[in-house]
């Protein structure tokens, strides 16, 4: 995900044959992104709290249009198993059976490092087993989990890191030693743990980007004014 300065705002426009009738528009580095409203002061307010974010100076985000103080707030609200069950869910339909076990495998091995300081559920193979065979099995959430992994899981939820804390060197170490970590196996090194790996980075990537995870700068532009087309 890439963030720029180049913001372009165009004026408003109304379709009066639309429910949402009222669209702001902008672009960010001349990607046209869009938002629709009920009513005109709705869409005034949105429009007017985008061209402030750009005039003190914000980036935006290249993929979703907003302003990075946005992302910060939305990386603050999501943790990383939402993250992870979004992964799953928006890739399932398209994913073979054999990648479909291999990021199961993987975002069950991981997903239990990333909880909050001092957190520890009191049986870990339970957890795992409720994270591999429901939690990122899509085919699974049509029926129930049972009450222990209910339980399990309501606890994961609960203490589940959000996503702003993978830019935090000791977290990520900590992901990467449970990518590493045997798991039941014998011997030192996972088998499948570079392909573990590669499936916690993309999953990062599908959320907030290369860029921001590692607090690279944007690359710095002109932030335009509003104009018309």
């Known amino acids: 995900m890439a963030m720029s300065y180049n913001v372009r705002f165009w004026e408003m426009r109304e379709r009066p044959d639309r429910r949402k009738s009222f669209q702001i528009r902008w672009t960010v580095n001349a990607r046209e992104k869009s938002e629709s409203f009920i009513t005109f002061a709705l869409a005034d307010s949105r429009r007017a709290k985008l061209m402030t974010a750009a005039r003190e100076g914000e980036p935006f ?74 939690a ?50 014998q011997g030192g090194r996972g088998q499948d743990s570079p392909t573990r790996e590669g499936c916690v980075q993309r999953s990062s990537q599908h959320c907030c980007g290369e860029r921001v995870l590692r607090g690279e700068p944007p690359q710095r532009s002109t932030v335009e004014g509003a104009s018309s087309q």
């Open 61 to 134: 985000d290249e993929h979703t249009g907003l302003p990075a103080s946005e992302l910060r707030a939305i990386k603050q609200r999501t943790t990383w198993h939402d993250l992870a069950h979004e992964y799953i869910e928006q890739r399932w339909e398209r994913t073979p059976g054999n990648t479909r076990r291999t990021l199961a495998d993987a975002f069950a091995t991981v997903t239990p490092a990333l909880v909050r300081p001092g957190a520890t559920f009191s049986d870990p193979r339970v957890l795992r087993r409720a994270l591999y065979s429901w």
């Open 136 to 185: 990122f099995k899509k085919k699974a959430w049509q029926c129930e989990p049972t009450e222990e992994w209910l339980h399990a899981l309501n606890w994961m939820k609960q203490n589940s890191l959000p996503v702003s804390a993978l830019a935090e060197a000791d977290v990520l170490r900590r992901a990467l030693d449970a990518v590493f970590r045997k798991t039941g196996r």
